[in-house]
């Protein structure tokens, strides 16, 4: 009886073991393939599940969720550039062929990269370096394009390709640095030509105007200055003082009123040449007989023009009259 129970207890221990390895738990997201010596059986999803002990084991697992993978490929562009792109794939077992996804390919990442290599390489090449920047989501739906045709039939769907990445060589960074610092070098300069061009062209503007106010001003002033004098001889007049009295009398006036003026100013010098007082009352009263005798020439040729004109409009002969219409001749 002792040798029975020696031999039972390894050998409850051993059912014991088996049946605890015919559970397992399989992961949300996750599908369990399970295999009859060797050979495909059954897709076991997430949750508590049982196999044969010996005779199913589980033969791998596949991961439904969205993975990504991320392919770094190096190329050549049209103008001859070599530049590196990092295409990011992301791609999902399709849940109707977890069969496929995990019997027909041995390394879904592998197979997916010789694919971006494949296509990345034959569309750069016919892209120049800037259409590669502005072009990048059209490479994206290419590789995607590309992806989806031939990894659909191994089970793989095709969520989204993206270009997360350029990086042309250093030198040609470099290059396009330069370039693009000169470009806004030379709008900088543009603008600031064009502001020193406004500024010059209001400068000129301000100093027409300036010119212009400034020449109506003494116009106006020279009018006001005219009026003046031409009141000051009718008043002289009216009080019996002939014009070229008055107008003497206005100059002499004027002459000690522009000395007075320049006595007021204390930093002003004034120089008067010659220097006697007989010279100077002499040279005082010779600008007054000038003025007179101007002033007697212009009433003189004023007469004379008056009579001129009287001459000539009695001497004014009517012209004769035309022939009659009898009287021409042909």
Do not use: C, W
Not at 17 to 27: G, I, P, Q
Not at 45 to 71: C, E, H, M
């Amino acid at each position: 009886m002792s040798a029975f129970l020696i031999l039972l207890v390894p050998l409850g221990i051993i059912i014991f073991f088996l049946l605890l390895s015919s559970f397992f738990v399989v992961k949300q997201q996750t599908a369990a393939l399970i295999e009859n010596f060797g050979r495909f059986s059954s897709i076991r999803n997430s949750g508590l599940q049982f196999k044969i002990p010996v005779v199913q084991r589980i033969a791998g697992r596949v991961n439904l969720k969205i993975q990504q993978l991320d392919v770094l490929v190096e190329t050549k562009t049209k103008d001859d550039v070599f530049v590196r792109l990092k295409i990011s794939v992301q791609f999902q077992v399709i849940r109707d062929k977890v069969y496929d996804a995990f019997y027909k390919l041995q390394n879904p990442h592998d197979q997916i990269t010789s694919y971006v290599f494949d296509v990345v390489r034959a569309e750069v090449p016919k892209m120049k370096l800037d259409d590669v920047f502005e072009r990048k989501d059209d490479i994206a739906i290419a590789v995607k394009a590309e992806l989806n045709e031939a990894m659909s039939d191994y089970g793989y769907d095709i969520i989204k390709t993206l270009v997360t990445d350029i990086d042309p060589d250093v030198q040609v960074k470099a290059a396009m640095n330069r370039i693009n610092a000169a470009e806004r070098e030379k709008v900088a300069a543009e603008y600031e030509a064009e502001a020193e061009r406004i500024k010059i062209v209001a400068k000129a503007r301000a100093e027409a105007e300036s010119k212009r106010l400034q020449g109506q001003g003494i116009a106006d002033q020279r009018r006001e200055i005219a009026r003046g004098l031409e009141e000051s001889v009718d008043v002289l007049n009216n009080v019996g003082i002939n014009s070229q009295e008055a107008s003497a009398l206005i100059v002499v006036t004027q002459h000690y009123d522009t000395l007075q003026s320049i006595g007021e100013e204390t930093n002003t010098n004034l120089i008067l040449l010659p220097n006697s007082p007989q010279a100077g009352s002499n040279m005082l009263n010779d600008m007054i007989a000038s003025f007179v005798a101007s002033n007697q020439i212009g009433e003189q040729m004023k007469k004379t023009n008056a009579a001129k004109g009287i001459t000539n409009k009695k001497t004014r002969r009517k012209p004769p009259p035309p022939p009659a219409d009898e009287d021409v001749q042909f």
